[in-house]
């Protein structure tokens, strides 16, 4: 599903924010990326949807070869990918339902295709009742639920989330995570990047812990790197 082989990002400048990172995520499975600020969890995802170009090392994504696509071609990766940020980044003039429906136009679905699956995604994430709602009028969970409905549109094998639980308190970030877990056991693949230990220390998931952009830790086997 997701291999990364003696991957590094060197910024301009000579910043290192990866460095020799090798390991693979499998279909169906959750993995939590964990680490302090600064150590290289947004990087790690921001290589897996092509917003940064790794400096050297190999990266497949859902059977796409990452490292030589080209950059012409990064839409048909995303459309692979679902992506969930700390910031929802929702449309402040579409309420609720045109946000999630927005990523259907876009991938030119038919009216009533959009219309169905847009009420689908509403009832998964239980926000039927904030449908005509505005991001304005949503509470941070709220919005953080719609930005997942969006990021599921178009059908992604694999869910990548960067700190979606940031700025929510404990209880609207447990039930962010059972959303998300939710999603991963109907078979989609969930990385989610966080530095909440507490969410990390309560749900048994692999874990894949980054200090200064290498792999120290992968719990999945209980190996130090």
């Known amino acids: ?24 995520v499998n279909e169906g499975e959750f993995v939590y990326l964990i680490g302090h600020s600064g150590s290289g969890k947004s990087s790690f995802l ?7 170009i790794a400096t050297k090392g190999e990266i497949e994504v859902a059977n796409i070869d990452v490292s ?11 459309r692979k990918i679902g992506i969930v940020t700390q910031e929802p980044q929702l449309l402040e ?19 009533e295709e959009i219309d169905a699956k847009t ?35 178009n059908n992604p094998v694999v869910l990548l989330c960067d700190e979606p639980t940031g700025n929510l308190d404990p209880d609207l970030s447990s039930q962010i ?29 692999r874990v894949l812990e980054l200090s200064d952009g290498k792999i120290v830790r992968d719990e999945s086997d209980g190996s130090y790197i």
């Open 1 to 24: 599903m997701i291999s990364l082989k003696n991957v590094s990002l060197v910024f301009q400048g000579g910043s290192v924010a990866l460095s020799n990172i090798t390991t693979k």
């Open 46 to 52: 921001k290589l897996l949807y092509k917003d940064y």
């Open 68 to 78: 030589k696509l080209p950059k012409w071609k990064t839409p048909l990766l995303r």
């Open 93 to 111: 003039n579409r309420n609720t339902f045109e946000n999630i429906s927005f990523a259907l136009e876009v991938m030119g679905a038919l009216p």
């Open 119 to 153: 009420n689908t995604l509403l009832d998964l994430v239980e926000l039927n009742d904030c449908a005509y709602k505005y991001p304005g009028q949503l509470s941070g969970g709220e919005q953080t639920r719609v930005s997942i409905a969006r990021a599921l549109a």
């Open 177 to 205: 995570v059972s959303l998300l877990e939710k999603i991963n056991r109907a078979g989609t693949t969930v990385v989610m990047a966080t530095h909440d230990s507490s969410i990390v220390n309560r749900r048994k998931k």
